[in-house]
């Protein structure tokens, strides 16, 4: 009897050892499908954000150009993603901000089992354009804060000190004095970073035929129609520090103290007589940082802000 009773437990227990393992097996494999649903999930998410975040960003550098122009190259970035379709709309304000907002449903595969075909995965991305406080690839020129910028009108740009008070004429020493340095500068933009508030020395002496050349290089290796100012990589755009004069000293200004940027496109060659460079200051959006209160001179940085 004692063994008949024996027996009997065994096989109780080992009938529940079945159950617990059915029951531990089924919950497993739900954690496994919730983990594979959750991943698939947070990987079509962290995709369609970067997704938004680069329409917002690309669209945002036509903020000072035309609408449509905002629109279109947001539809070209979602089409180069395949994600024209989630495209739930955009809300512009020009010379502000843009935001993109994009929807997509993904589809699901174990939370199928409890009705659950697919789920709803909604992204948003702001991008906005703000004064330029930092940046890099500027030219030695600069201008005085104090004179006024009407952007798309005509502007001469002194390079010698003929008819000049002060002994300046607003070139700088970018990376050091030197006709040389100059030069370089001016043909391929100063490579280190330039900040508000950065006290930056003069240059002095006579470098118009150095400009000369700058210039004559920008202008013929532009593949664009003279005047046209639109396309992102035309070398005739210039980027110029503003400035007020700092630590002037009778009549020599050795040194100036950076309050903005702005950008300045060349109009036209010069000839062996001139002394200026004629242009116009544009607003445009580049690449560098900002900073809050910095002063608006027409050249904007972009920044995403969701």
Known sequence: ????????????????????????????????????????????????????????????????????RVEEIIEDILLQHHEEESLVGTEVQMKSSVRVQLKKEVQLGFSRLFGNDSVSVIVEAAAQVMPMAVASGAAPLGIDESIPLI???????????????????????????????????????????????????????????????????????????????????????????????????????????VTGFAYFYILEPMSSKDTSITGMFIERTGTGFTKPGTVDKGAYAIKLVE
């Open 151 to 257: 952007y798309n009108t005509t502007y001469k740009l002194k390079v010698d000190s003929s008819d000049v008070d002060t002994g300046y004429f607003g070139i700088l020493a970018l990376g050091g004095p030197g006709a040389n340095t100059y030069e370089s500068n001016l043909k391929y933009g100063y490579q280190n970073e330039i900040k508000i508030g950065d006290i930056i020395d003069t240059q002095t002496g006579n470098i118009a035929g150095k400009t000369r050349e700058g210039v004559k290089l920008r202008i013929d290796s532009d593949p664009y129609p003279p005047g046209d100012y639109s396309h992102r990589d035309s070398p005739r755009v210039i980027l110029i520090p503003v400035y007020r004069p700092y630590d002037q000293k009778s009549n020599q200004l050795k040194h100036i103290e």
């Open 1 to 68: 009897m004692l063994i008949r009773l024996g027996r009997k437990l065994i096989k109780e227990q080992r009938g529940s050892t079945i159950v617990l393992m059915g029951l531990s097996m089924l919950l497993l494999l739900t954690v496994v499908g919730l983990v594979v649903d959750g991943g698939t999930m947070y990987a079509s998410k962290s995709h369609l954000q970067k997704v938004a975040n680069a329409a917002a960003l690309s669209g945002a550098q036509e903020l000072t150009g035309q609408e449509a």
